[in-house]
Nanobody, 129 residues
Framework: QLQLVESGGGLVRPGGSLRLSCAVSGFSLNAYAIGWFRQAPGKEREGVSCISSRSGNANYVDSVKGRFTVSRDVAKNTVYLQMNSLEPEDTAVYHC??????????????????????WGQGTQVTVSS
């Protein structure tokens, strides 16, 4: 059974950092791209970052470039999202999702998450002073 479990969310002050983890089971990270998506109250879900399946290339939307870093540890079946210089606008529930043989090309598209097959339950990130 394919499963994704996020952790690492919490409350942080503006300018602070958090590291989210996405632990996967039932499949290999070499076969699935892992995308990070977020949804704030009253807003549509948006893509944040993605690491592709075979090559492990990292991708980011413009709003987080230079602040967020996605990485993976294939041996540990875990993908990380390091978030620095957090802003109140980053407040949302963050989900990781898996796409078979994904290349992340739809990350920044509206409804780009529709390409993903499996989702985690999400972790809350709140940036507030």
């Amino acid at each position: 059974q394919l499963q994704l479990v996020e952790s690492g969310g919490g409350l942080v002050r503006p300018g602070g950092s958090l590291r989210l983890s996405c632990a996967v089971s039932g499949f290999s990270l070499n076969a699935y791209a892992i995308g990070w998506f977020r949804q704030a109250p009253g807003k549509e879900r948006e893509g944040v970052s993605c690491i592709s399946s075979r090559s492990g290339n990292a991708n980011y939307v413009d709003s987080v470039k230079g602040r967020f870093t996605v990485s993976r540890d294939v041996a540990k079946n875990t993908v990380y999202l390091q978030m620095n210089s957090l802003e109140p606008e980053d407040t949302a529930v963050y989900h990781c999702a898996a796409e078979f043989e994904g290349t992340c090309w739809r990350l920044s598209q509206r409804n780009g998450g529709d390409a993903y097959d499996y989702w985690g339950q999400g972790t809350q990130v709140t940036v507030s002073s």
